[in-house]
């Protein structure tokens, strides 16, 4: 994703300033933009960053998918690079299911189902980063859906450790056979 600028204003043949502010694509995968124009470069800018602050409020059709796009662009002078690099990362691969939903589509139910969809590929922990990314994006949009949804599990890492035979034949004839051989030896006494 290119690094994105907060709205610098251009001045029109009229004399008047003209700021504009990326929403999102359309179907055809088009931009659409907001265009704010006033007197002053400031006001201009002022007007359309205004317009990020509260949220970028389209009239419709405002699909999960374009708030997060949305949300993503609102941090991303704010954000460390690695960071939107990652949100990037979880926009284009989790919860799919939900991501051309209107918004105000989203509850338990369909998030649940996003989530039992993930479940089989990734982990808890992405997953919870995928629903807290999506969250937040709405939570930008005023839109603050009550989600009582359920993580998959967390599975315990285990560590095989090798074999006392296999230490001692990895061991045998180096300079830290000794010390080895006692640290062993410490351990099973």
């Known amino acids: 994703m290119p690094k994105r600028k907060m709205p610098e204003a251009h001045q029109l043949k009229s004399g008047s300033w003209n700021a504009q502010v990326f929403v999102g694509l359309d179907d055809n995968g088009k931009k659409i933009r907001e265009s704010f124009t006033a007197p002053t470069k400031w006001e ?17 059709g405002l699909t999960v998918a374009d708030a997060v796009d ?38 338990s139910y ?11 590929k990734v982990g808890a922990k992405t997953i ?41 034949e990895m061991v045998r004839g180096t300079d830290v056979e000794l010390p080895c051989m006692l640290a062993m030896w410490r351990l099973c006494v």
């Open 110 to 120: 369909t998030m649940q189902q996003a989530i039992n969809e993930d479940a089989v």
């Open 128 to 168: 919870k980063e995928g629903v807290h990314l999506v969250c937040a994006a709405l939570k930008l949009y005023d839109i603050a859906p009550v989600l009582n949804v359920t993580y998959p599990a967390r599975k315990p890492k285990l560590k095989e450790l090798p074999t006392a035979e296999q230490v001692i």
């Open 44 to 60: 201009a800018e002022k007007l359309a960053a205004e317009y990020i602050v509260n949220g970028m409020k389209r009239k419709a």
């Open 70 to 107: 949305g949300y993503i662009a609102a941090k991303q002078n704010v954000l460390a690079p690695s960071t939107i690099r990652g949100y990037g990362i979880l926009r284009r691969n989790r919860l799919q299911s939900i991501m051309k939903l209107d918004v105000r589509a989203v509850n």
